[in-house]
């Protein structure tokens, strides 16, 4: 076999669903749309070393070639969208970059209706904020720069999002991970933002040891790293992967949560916030943050099979509910608007992850999908706000609604979107989320007393809808402070460029009317889309609203924005009057972010980086190298003791022997005492004579 | 030519007949010696990768280019070489970053100077590295592996850093060169004098199972096999053999020589050191002890995952104490061979196919790294990163390059140090059957931490490197960006980073084949 044959990658599989045995007769495999899909992850990365090395050649100075990038993702994904609705597709592509003992290992693409949406998510709002980027990073240091890694986090993810197997999601995953470490560390030259992109890394690099763990687990008891071959062990209830199924499990969710920000691996994103804002509105929105419930989603099968990973559910919930109600109280203490934003979202991280606790498969990614939207737009309407009063601190905004028309109307329905106000898209997804819980905590689901059971369910849905109030609170207050009452800052704001408020628009669009894509007993496009896999998920569907729900989940959202329009719509004079949430101890509990930062910092990370790496170091010097010098001494004061008992015993020996030890000696001090020439030469001249030796001997 | 050996025998060979024609330069004729070793280092490499070509890959467990001829007859050791899927990559690198050294020394002569004996010590290095790759005799693989010793002892010593230093407890001052380059030598020897009596007991063994005493690897790895070396007597062997390649890796806790080493040496130097010679030690393991000793092995390899575990750990943590770029490096280079370590003592297909693609990707990303921090500490004259602050800003090529080195050394899936690093955790799940899981398991998570604190260590060193403002003491300095020679050095090695990232068959193409039936005739049916 020669180098090319060795070489040469075959392409082994191109199975479509379809036709694999045992596979479900109404799915496609979706023609060449989906067979060219490769394109999709390989475009961007390629483009993102293009931007890197030529990008300032070019008119735009890169910022053409990455939205350009991003228009097509965006096409693409809403093609395969729509061929997807019309019938859905299942296919996966691989080619095979290696093999290891009998383990393949395969660059793929996988296109079916979890990755499907998640293509058009990432395309539609990467567009968006790509275009918004333009007039935002204007007059940035690192214009192309910036371009070059932007490209590659929105590549990385779709990398992610297109892996057939585990080992691709990894390089997807990481690739998300240094992307965002480049971004958040834009403005490097400022020691709080390299520190910033550290934090968000490393953090993810812990939550990483469970991705790894859970992978390499699963891959060795189903023999396979691909997730078809996993999910068809599930089916088919594979003793070996059983055995170990729940620990797989769990150390997979150990790795989504980092990503996804779940608590306590929460605290890198809320930091993150040092990148420029459109990094945030991507981060937040379709990328990066949604990698964890991805994973989990596309595992599913996995987490809802009985006898797998089904008790792990139990600790999703409760990690899910945690997040949802605690980093959403955070959020009502902070000043800086992109930091309410921020805490917004890992609650709103913690409503998915809770309900793909819940066993609610299409109520979570459905949340994923229309959060995406209105994140993005409130992040880019924070951005042009802090574009026009150059300032995060909403203390120095106020008012802005006269000067920022645009701006100002899209933020609102953003926070409204958010909030949970019918019929914007944010209430559907999350009254679906709510109804899933209650619906856990019912007798007929499945969400048995093995996961905790009824109980467990029902406190999740009292704090899913305290926080849903929490979550209304907050915007209330964020959409009072910064547009109404009196402007406070300094300058002239003014509404941003049209390349900016445009996007806006667009994304107010979604905002409004993605809900509709799945309303209970009306519409099931969404449901019907995320639904088309391979393996099928079988999760609940409600059939119509439960009315219990969308009053309460309502009346929470109503009642969250009237005290919030109490406390915060009268202008006063000072922030700190304004500012009136002081409840005693919760207060500073909130501002301190639980002291969860500290204990990391001061119990985990300073500790390490100083004594427990300091006194490594000393040992290193001090006692290992202790006994290695020590031998080096002990055993040139041996020699010398030998040398003075020859000195004085052999002496008679030595001086009749004199003019011998006087000629070598001679001859020693020259080659010692000569130049490096001879040592070299000595040397050759050694390996010579010993090389001769071989070569005559093998002559001979 | 490729039948007889020859082929594979001028890939070892040619180097030293390099340093013979540049002695007979003139020692002022500077830009002869250069050329002179450029054609040679050039041709031993171009001689490689025909090699690589010409290698057929469906019998990739089988030796081939090879000849098996008399040399000391009295004692049977014969001049037996080949290439198979296993030291093929090796060899391949070998000859690479070799020829990379030279083109980068080009315009970058460590003090004091003198070309001529430089190059000369690098050119009789290149020999000693590429001909261990290739030795299937006991001694021959010896005389190899000790070729080397003496050049990097002359690097070290001659062009090293002449800071001085103090050798704690012992409270003594000495110039940073010299201690370092007595304490490689004199470590090195010290597991070679161990390693040269395994071989000797391996030799008189031998005879005992009724045919004539050899050192013919093949015909040892056969008699182990039938289980001669069974019992104590392989246990004691492979101690020995464990204490010669052990330094050489260097695993914990005779791991101490290498930081002053790297440190102390000149950029070539430290870049052949950590790019080739570390291999040394782990390839020993893979082509001697492990087929030799199967049964020795297995015993041992829970020791050798410890230690492996224990090192990665341990390096890290001393990485983040450090304050000096170059010795930074070279710590995690212990921590890098603990997983390259951790693969082969998992006995698996997987775990050893990890250990070699973990070799290459360790060779060329940290001797790329060394290169970096070489060329770094040449302009600021300094390699303390608290002074080297907002490189980022001064240099801004050499800093992305460095990043990106950086990432590669961390292990960033998609580029070469990841499969090694990954594959040897996959490995280490599932060890050889026999071999403890419950231990193997509790190295595989600690092993996976292990990849935390690397990362922790290395964002850091680039935070506190190219990050932030330059320090006061540069203002008004300007400093020239990555030459043209650095360049043509780095490039390939770059692209080869990526290259085995995205395509690891580059690497597992080669040696799959040949670690699946080391693996079988050494612990499978």
Redesign the interface.
């Known amino acids: 076999?020669?180098?090319l044959?060795?070489?040469s990658?075959e392409v082994p599989l191109l199975l479509a669903a379809a036709t694999e045995e045992g596979g479900h007769a109404e799915l496609g495999d979706g023609g060449g749309l989906a067979a060219a899909a490769w394109l999709i992850p390989l475009v961007p990365m390629v483009a993102a070393f293009v931007i890197a090395l030529f990008g300032k050649h070019f008119p735009y100075r890169g910022w053409d070639i990455a939205t350009a990038v991003m228009g097509f993702e965006a096409v693409y994904g809403t093609f395969l969208l729509i061929a997807h609705l019309a019938r859905p597709i299942a296919y996966e592509g691989a080619i095979?970059?290696?093999?290891?003992?009998s383990?393949p290992?395969e660059w793929g693409w996988v296109v079916d209706g979890l990755s499907i949406m998640m293509y058009f998510v990432v395309g539609v709002v990467g567009f968006f904020v790509f275009l918004y980027a333009k007039g935002y990073m204007e007059g940035d240091i690192r214009y192309t720069w910036f371009f070059a890694s932007f490209t590659l986090f929105a590549g990385g993810m779709l990398v992610l999002v297109s892996a057939p197997n585990l080992?691709q999601l990894?390089?997807g995953?990481?690739?998300v991970g240094?992307a965002s470490?480049l971004l958040i560390?834009h403005y490097?030259?400022?020691?709080a933002n390299?520190?910033a992109a550290?934090k968000a890394?490393?953090t993810n690099?812990?939550a990483?040891?469970g991705l790894?763990?859970g992978a390499?687990?699963l891959?060795?008891s189903v023999g396979s790293f691909r997730f078809s071959d996993i999910l068809h062990a599930v089916e088919e209830g594979v003793p070996a992967l059983a055995q170990f199924a729940f620990w797989a499990g769990l150390a997979v969710f150990i790795g989504a949560m980092g990503k996804s920000g779940q608590f306590p691996l929460h605290v890198w994103l809320p930091d993150a916030m040092a990148g420029p804002t459109p990094v945030s509105a991507l981060m937040h929105a379709a990328t990066m943050v949604t990698a964890g419930i991805y994973l989990v989603a596309r595992l599913f099968p996995l987490y809802l099979t009985e006898g797998f990973a089904d008790e792990v559910r139990s600790v999703i919930i409760i990690i899910g509910a945690l997040t949802l109600f605690l980093t959403g109280l955070i959020a009502l203490v902070q000043d800086d608007i992109k930091r309410v934003l921020a805490y917004s979202t890992l609650s709103q991280l913690g409503y998915m992850m809770a309900a793909l606790g819940a066993g609610a498969y299409t109520a979570a990614l459905f949340h994923l999908f229309t959060h995406a939207f209105f994140k993005a737009l409130l992040f880019l309407g924070a951005g042009s706000v802090i574009h026009a009063v150059h300032s995060n601190n909403m203390s120095d905004m106020g008012g802005l609604r006269k000067y920022m028309p645009w701006t100002f109307r899209t933020f609102v329905i953003g926070a409204l979107a958010l909030a949970g106000i019918a019929p914007l898209a944010g209430f559907f997804s999350k009254d679906e989320i709510l109804a899933s819980f209650r619906y856990a905590g019912s007798a007929e689901s499945g969400f048995s007393a093995a996961q905790g059971g009824a109980g467990l369910a029902n406190i999740v849905l009292v704090l899913g809808i305290a926080a849903a109030f929490v979550t209304a609170f907050y915007m209330a207050r964020a959409v009072f402070l910064t547009f109404f009452g009196e402007y406070k800052g300094h300058g002239h704001p003014h509404e941003s460029p049209a390349v900016m408020w445009i996007p806006l628009v667009g994304l107010a669009v979604g905002s409004a009317f993605a809900g509709f894509l799945n309303v209970p007993g009306v519409t099931e496009f969404f449901t019907e889309l995320v639904g088309g896999r391979a393996v099928p998920v079988l999760d609940h569907h409600a059939e119509s609203f439960d009315v219990v729900v969308v009053v309460l989940g309502l009346a929470a959202a109503l009642l969250g924005i009237f005290f919030g329009y109490r406390i915060w719509y009268p202008d006063k004079a000072t922030q700190a009057e304004r500012d009136r949430f002081h409840v005693r101890g919760l207060y500073p509990l909130l501002e301190n972010k639980y002291y969860i930062d500290d204990l990391y910092f001061d119990g985990i990370i300073r500790p390490?980086?100083g004594p427990?790496?300091?006194g490594?170091?000393w040992f290193?010097?001090?006692v290992?190298?202790?006994v290695?010098?020590?031998a080096?001494?002990l055993a040139r004061g041996l020699g010398k003791l030998v040398y003075a008992f020859d000195q004085n015993a052999v002496d008679g020996a030595i001086n009749a022997s004199g003019a011998f030890t006087g000629g070598w000696g001679e001859l020693l001090r020259k080659v010692q005492t000569g130049?490096?020439?001879q040592?070299?030469?000595m040397?050759?001249a050694g390996?010579?004579l010993?090389?001769a030796?071989?070569v005559i001997?093998?002559i001979? | 030519m490729f039948d007889n050996g020859l082929a594979l025998s001028l890939v070892v060979?040619l180097p030293?007949i390099g340093?013979?024609v540049v002695?007979a330069v003139p020692?002022a004729n500077e830009s002869a010696q250069k050329m002179t070793a450029l054609v040679f280092t050039a041709a031993a490499f171009v001689l490689s990768v025909v090699l690589?070509?010409q290698?057929?890959?469906?019998?990739a467990s089988a030796f081939q280019f090879g000849?098996d001829?008399?040399?000391?007859?009295a004692i049977n050791s014969r001049?037996h070489i080949g290439l198979d899927g296993i030291s093929l990559p090796l060899l391949v690198l070998s000859t690479f970053v070799t020829l990379l050294s030279v083109i980068y020394s080009w315009e970058h002569w460590p003090e004091p100077h003198?070309p001529?004996?430089f190059i000369?010590?690098m050119l009789?290095l290149a020999?000693g590295m590429n001909g261990t790759f290739v030795a299937l005799d006991l001694i021959?693989f010896f005389?190899f592996f000790e070729?080397v010793l003496?050049?990097m002892y002359?690097m070290i010593g001659?062009w090293g850093d002449r800071a001085e230093t103090e050798?704690?407890?012992?409270k003594r001052v000495t110039e940073m060169r010299l201690y370092a380059a007595?304490?490689f030598f004199?470590?090195t020897l010290f597991g070679s004098a161990f390693m040269l009596l395994g071989f000797l007991g391996l030799y008189f063994r031998s005879g005992d199972a009724g045919g004539i005493r050899t050192f013919d690897m093949l015909a040892l790895s056969e008699l182990g096999r039938a289980g001669v070396f069974a019992g104590s007597f392989g246990m004691w062997v492979f101690a020995a053999l464990f204490l010669g390649f052990a330094v050489k890796v260097p695993m914990f806790?005779f791991h101490?020589?290498l930081?002053d080493a790297h440190t102390a040496a000149p950029t070539v130097g430290s870049v052949l050191l950590a790019a080739i010679l570390l291999k040394l030690g782990t390839y020993a393991f893979v082509r001697i002890s492990l087929p030799i000793l199967p049964e020795a092995a297995q015993r041992w390899a829970p020791t050798i995952g410890i230690l492996a575990v224990i090192g990665i750990i341990?390096a890290s943590?001393?990485?983040?104490?450090?304050t000096d770029m170059k010795r930074l490096i070279a710590f995690s280079s212990v921590g890098h061979m603990g997983f390259v370590m951790l693969g082969i003592a998992t006995l698996?297909?997987?775990g050893i196919?990890?250990a070699i693609i973990g070799m290459v990707a360790h060779g060329v990303i940290t001797g790329l790294l060394f290169f970096l921090a070489g060329s770094m500490s040449h302009r600021y004259h300094t390699r303390e990163m608290a002074r080297l602050g907002?490189n980022?800003?001064l240099m801004p090529i050499m800093g992305a390059i460095l990043g990106f080195t950086a990432?590669a050394s961390l292990g960033?899936?998609?580029l070469a140090g990841?499969w090694g690093e990954?594959?040897a955790?996959?490995a280490s799940?599932?060890p050889l059957e026999g071999l403890s899981t419950g231990l193997f398991r509790t190295l595989?998570?600690l092993g996976?931490?292990g990849?935390?604190?690397a990362?922790?260590y290395l964002?850091?060193m680039l935070?506190r490197v190219?990050?932030?403002?330059p320090k006061a003491e540069w203002e008004g300095h300007h400093f020239h960006d990555v030459d043209g020679y650095e360049m043509a050095a780095w490039a390939p090695m770059i692209l080869a980073i990526i290259a085995i990232g995205?395509?690891?068959?580059?690497v597992?193409?080669?040696t799959?084949d040949a670690?699946?039936a080391l693996v079988n005739a050494a612990f499978g049916g």
Not at chain 1, 96 to 101: D, F, M, T
Not at chain 1, 188 to 191: G, I, M, N, Q, S
Not at chain 2, 466 to 469: K, L, P, R, S, V
Request: include cysteine; charge should be negative; proline fraction near 3%.
């Open positions: 076999m020669s180098l044959a060795a070489l990658t095979e970059i290696a093999r290891i003992g383990f290992i080992i990894i390089v995953w990481e690739l240094v470490w560390g490097w030259e400022d020691h390299s520190s550290i890394f490393l690099k812990v990483d040891v790894f763990i390499i687990i891959a060795l390490i980086r427990v790496a300091a490594v170091n290193n010097g001090h290992i190298d202790f290695v010098n020590g080096g001494f130049r490096v020439q040592y070299a030469t040397i050759v390996t010579v010993l090389v030796g071989i001997a093998g001979i | 060979i030293l340093a013979g002695m020692k690589a070509i290698f057929d890959y469906g019998d000849t001829l008399d040399w000391i007859g001049y003198n001529k004996a000369i010590l009789v020999t021959l005389v070729v003496l050049p002359f001659i050798i704690p407890v012992f007595i304490k004199l470590f806790p101490t020589w930081p341990y943590l001393a990485c983040l104490a450090q698996t297909d997987i196919n990890a907002g980022q800003q990432m960033l899936p998609g990841f990954f594959m955790l996959l799940f599932n595989m998570v996976a931490v990849t935390v604190l990362a922790g964002l850091w935070q190219n990050f932030g403002e995205v395509f690891p068959r580059l597992f193409g080669s799959n670690v699946v």
